[in-house]
Nanobody, 122 residues
Framework: QVQLVESGGGLVQAGGSLRLSCAAS????????MGWFRQAPGKEREFVAAISWSGSMTFYADSVKGRFTVSRDNAKNTVYLQMNSLKPEDTAVYSC???????????????WGQGTQVTVSS
């Protein structure tokens, strides 16, 4: 079992940057694909990015490609989401999640963090 805790959210102006962190408990963190998802008010949850267990593969939603970078440090049981050139439409609660699959589908993820709020002002 894995417990996930996100941090690093906040309020930033458009064009700015934030780095989200997701700290995981459990000895098997390095076995999981880690994903980032977001949910804006009144909208469905959407996939943002995923990184394979080794970090050798990454995948991004088209809406964030070229602006966001996902990475992980298995020695620290932590996955990161570096967000640059932020836009007001990036405003959402961002959650990290873990799965044994390679997937961008939220239903395939078994463990979820509580989320961290990111607000981008125009």
């Amino acid at each position: 079992q894995v417990q996930l805790v996100e941090s690093g959210g906040g309020l930033v102006q458009a064009g700015g940057s934030l780095r989200l962190s997701c700290a995981a408990s459990g000895r098997t963190f390095s076995s999981y694909t880690m994903g980032w998802f977001r949910q804006a008010p009144g909208k469905e949850r959407e996939f943002v990015a995923a990184i394979s267990w080794s970090g050798s593969m990454t995948f991004y939603a088209d809406s964030v490609k070229g602006r966001f970078t996902v990475s992980r440090d298995n020695a620290k049981n932590t996955v990161y989401l570096q967000m640059n050139s932020l836009k007001p439409e990036d405003t959402a609660v961002y959650s990290c999640a873990a799965t044994y699959r390679w997937s961008a589908v939220g239903l395939h993820y078994d463990y979820w963090g509580q989320g961290t709020q990111v607000t981008v002002s125009s």
